[in-house]
């Protein structure tokens, strides 16, 4: 069993940053890929970033593309969401994730465990 907590959220003003952690236990994250998912009110879970057990080959949803950065350290069991010029729009529960593959994927069936989330509010 992997356990996956995420810390790091806030309020925020746009344009601010934030940098979103996801500390794993229970299982050494390396050999699998890892995702960033997030919810807004009223709206389904959307894929936000994905990174490969490597740490080499990264996947961003087109509305964060050039504003976020997905990064892991495996001897940490940590993987991070470094998140600039955010937007109004980035307001959401951040989730991360644990994918059963180690190519990253957008896909949220294709990962195992998820963490509890942490809140991101970003004010105009």
């Known amino acids: 069993q992997v356990q996956l907590v995420e810390s790091g959220g806030g309020l925020v003003q746009a344009g601010d940053s934030l940098r979103l952690s996801c500390a794993a236990s229970g299982r050494t994250l390396s050999y699998y890929a890892m995702g960033w998912f997030r919810q807004a009110p009223g709206k389904e879970r959307e894929f936000v970033a994905a990174?490969?057990?490597?740490?080499?080959?990264?996947a961003y949803a087109d509305s964060v593309k050039g504003r976020f950065t997905i990064s892991r350290d495996n001897a940490k069991n940590t993987v991070y969401l470094q998140m600039n010029d955010l937007k109004p729009e980035d307001t959401a529960v951040y989730y991360c994730?644990?994918?059963?593959?180690?190519?990253?994927?957008?896909?949220?069936?294709?990962?195992?465990?998820w963490g509890q989330g942490t809140q991101v509010t970003v004010s105009s």
């Open positions: 990174i490969s057990w490597t740490g080499g080959s990264m």
């Open positions: 994730a644990d994918a059963r593959l180690a190519s990253p994927t957008k896909y949220a069936y294709e990962y195992n465990y």
